[in-house]
């Protein structure tokens, strides 16, 4: 017989609330007070969730581990995946010497950390987001940054800051797809809402991203850039989410930001370069080098980004998994059907699924593993033996974001099928006429959780339609406000945390990074919980 969730277990939602979070306080207690590695705060928290989830959830042990495993499956396949190969790729192109080719390259384009992170960690990661999500962006952009002469701590923490505004609408859409095929609503309308809250988060990223690097008075300096960084971002995903869809406001956003900022480039320079301290100037001698050889050094990121978006495309991913043998999808075993969810998060009882799907050949990081076999044999002086070779030290390099990002999505799975996690966003539902206030907050919530908007969406999209009418909130604002609000979390998220400082070689260094980024986080989470209240309110007319 399947154990049915329980959701105020010590009387109240209030208090049970409290205690649910007993995990998620761990974590941020080990990463932000005792600077504790990734491995070790992950592992403080699962276990402080398996105790919660059997003694006060009173969840069966066998099925706690069940659902462990499951999400320790899950990081590593397909999210662990992904950061392998597209580590994997880097350290390819630095051994080659390819990575010299491209830092000179950028640096004769602009040698401006600030225009830098606009063009990587803005620009060309929301290409990878709107294209792969899920990982790939911070751990490519992280990466190249730190190869340009970033410290890692710079690198990772810019890039996850700045991969804020494209989140929700990564991987071809599927977060705002997510939220509105479980809210049961018009995908459209919640793609244009949606549209109208993130583009105003993207005016102000540029703008926040060099503040942060250099300080308000030289960020003025740029503003020419920060300004088509911006409107070029934002206009493209405005136009796109309201009159097309979720499915390509980040790839057109990309591809509208790069082209701006190059044509920018044609006709100004600043007037002053900005570096870190200590930060050496680019060895710019000589006329550099040939066309050809810039090409063929960018190739690799080139045929990423190609195999990347075909990978992304609903049609060829259905095409990939229509061939035989491409996917192994099972129930997880005593898991699956053993777990029922209830009143008030499902109308009448409902089974909750547990299913695993090996999709390996239509995975974003076999994309990935594709365009860095594909890239091997133009590498010069570089041969498919030294990039297996190169394989099994990234593999070496990744031991500990493995475990890292294997036990926080366990320690995920495991507050999802204990009812945990439902306990926390129902608490949220108790604020009543300020729900509009908080109803990003609990998008954020989720992703923090789960490391994902697509998650976060899967499991809070029908709980923030169902509130939203019992507080008589448009349900259309509340389930896209989800999305928007996750996207701000995606920088504190533990899973990507361990995905930046593993692409950028600062493992043990999360609690740093979390530091790094938190207020961050919060601040952004802000602006979006005011915009959606007024949206609400006063400023009900943004609404389609």
């Not at 896209?480 to 260094?509: D, F, H, R, Y």
């Amino acid at each position: 017989m399947a154990w049915v969730q329980v959701y105020a277990p010590l009387g109240g939602v209030g208090v049970s609330a409290c205690v649910a979070a007993v995990p998620l306080v761990i974590l941020f207690y080990m990463l932000a007070v005792r600077k504790a590695k990734g491995h070790v705060a992950a592992a403080a928290g699962l276990i402080g969730a398996l105790l919660t989830a059997v003694l006060v959830w009173k969840m069966p042990v066998d099925l706690a581990i069940s659902a462990t495993l499951n999400g320790a499956a899950f990081g590593l396949f397909p999210i662990i995946w992904i950061v392998i190969t597209a580590v994997w790729v880097y350290n390819m192109t630095v051994e080659s010497g390819e990575f010299e080719i491209i830092k000179d390259s950028l640096a004769r384009l602009t040698d401006d950390r600030r225009l830098q992170a606009l063009f990587i960690a803005y620009a060309f990661s929301c290409f990878l987001e709107g294209t792969a999500g899920f990982g790939t962006p911070v751990a490519i952009a992280a990466a190249m940054l730190v190869g340009l002469g970033f410290t890692p701590l710079w690198g990772a923490g810019v890039a996850l800051i700045a991969n804020t505004a494209p989140v929700a609408f990564g991987a071809i859409g599927v977060p705002l797809i997510v939220a509105a095929s479980v809210s049961g609503l018009d995908q459209m309308t919640v793609s244009a809402i949606a549209g109208r809250q993130l583009p105003l988060l993207a005016l102000i990223v540029p703008f926040w991203v060099c503040v942060l690097m250099c300080g308000f008075r030289r960020s003025l300096e740029v503003l020419p850039a920060i300004i088509v960084s911006g409107v070029c971002f934002a206009g493209a995903q405005f136009l796109m989410a309201n009159y097309h869809g979720p499915t390509l406001p980040d790839i057109a956003s990309a591809i509208a930001t790069i082209g701006g900022l190059v044509l920018l480039l044609k006709v100004w320079k600043p007037s002053r370069i900005f570096r870190f301290e200590n930060d050496t100037e680019s060895n710019l001698s000589g006329s550099g080098y040939s066309s050809k050889e810039v090409l063929r050094a960018w190739s690799p990121y080139i045929v990423l980004a190609i195999f990347v978006f075909f990978w992304g495309l609903p049609e060829f991913k259905k095409l990939l998994n229509g061939l035989p043998g491409a996917v192994f999808a099972f129930g997880w075993p005593g898991l699956d059907g053993q777990v029922m969810k209830t009143a008030p998060i499902v109308a009448t009882d409902a089974v909750y699924a547990a299913k695993f799907s090996f999709n390996w050949l239509s995975a974003g990081g076999t994309a990935i593993l594709f365009a860095g076999l594909l890239s091997v044999p133009v590498m010069p002086k570089y041969g498919y033996g030294k990039a297996i070779a190169c394989f099994a030290r990234t593999l070496k390099q990744l031991i500990y974001p493995i475990l890292t990002i294997a036990m926080i999505l366990g320690l995920a799975f495991l507050m999802n099928y204990a009812g945990m996690s439902s306990t926390l966003g129902l608490a949220f539902t108790y604020t009543g006429s300020f729900f509009p206030f908080f109803s990003p907050l609990l998008g954020w919530l989720g992703v923090f959780l789960t490391g994902s908007d697509t998650s976060s969406c899967a499991l809070f999209g029908g709980m923030q339609k169902d509130t939203a009418i019992t507080v008589g909130m448009s349900p259309e604002l509340a389930v896209a406000s989800n999305a928007s609000g996750g996207v701000t979390a995606k920088m504190i998220s533990p899973q990507s945390l361990s995905v930046a400082t593993a692409a950028t070689n600062m493992v043990g260094q999360e609690g740093n990074l979390f530091r790094f980024t938190i207020f961050h986080s919060l601040g952004m989470t802000l602006v979006l919980c005011v915009l959606t209240y007024l949206q609400a309110g006063p400023l009900r007319f943004m609404l389609p």
